[in-house]
């Protein structure tokens, strides 16, 4: 797979940079500029900043490549920009790749209805370097629990992503906590949500759907 990353300098281009060795990286972007090597990417990866959303979906129109974007803090009008490019190749979308909380956001949107009286909040835990909260696994947890909670953040030393959705009511308290031990899960998530995407028809996917398909086709 021939592939483009956007946010190549960051932590998280790094690491996709250390998943992806079997692959060929041909264009990079970051705040220093772009690079290419002249050839078309199969795929774009997108670990960046919101800002950058512009030019990712240009270079992928460019090259009629697929998308595959982490990047947190979309909003509204972002959202509608990956649905468009959607029109065209496949976009797979997602806060988070790790199997754990695609897992756990298929519990909350199954379970959730036998807490509906009950308290809930999030509480989530990132590196000191992290620059957006909430974090963007946490709207998602919130938004697969068909309700709106308070959620708290916590910016402390290298944690790479802590999450904890707990309920509670007078007698009980149910919580489930997810704990990235290591970027990289976030990086082999994102390669196999990539090998997806280079082939699949156009369309807006989840990583959970991702998931999903290969669980289908075992
Ligand atoms: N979905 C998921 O599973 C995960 C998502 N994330 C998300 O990925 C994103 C990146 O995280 P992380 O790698 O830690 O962040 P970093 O700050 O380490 O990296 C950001 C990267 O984007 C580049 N960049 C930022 N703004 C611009 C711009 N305006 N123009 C060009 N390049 C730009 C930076 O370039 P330079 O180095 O030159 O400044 C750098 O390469 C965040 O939104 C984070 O929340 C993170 C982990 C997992
Ligand atoms: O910035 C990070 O580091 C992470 N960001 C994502 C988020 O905002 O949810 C995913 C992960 O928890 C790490």
Known sequence: MRYGLVGSTGRMGQEIQKAFVDHTLCLTVNYEGSWSDGGKPDVIMDFSNPSCLPETVRLCREHGAALVIGTTGLKDGDFEMLRELARQVAVVQSYNFSIGIN????????????????????????????????????????NATGRPCPMHSLRIGGVPGDHNVIFSNEGEVLSFNHRAISRSVFAYGALRAAEFAATAKPGLYSFEEVLQCSLKKS
């Open 103 to 142: 897992a756990l956001k298929i519990i909350l949107a199954n379970y959730s209805k036998f807490f509906e009286d009950w308290d809930l909040e999030i509480v989530e835990i990132h590196h000191n370097k992290k620059k957006d909260a909430p974090s963007g696994t946490a709207i998602m947890l919130q």
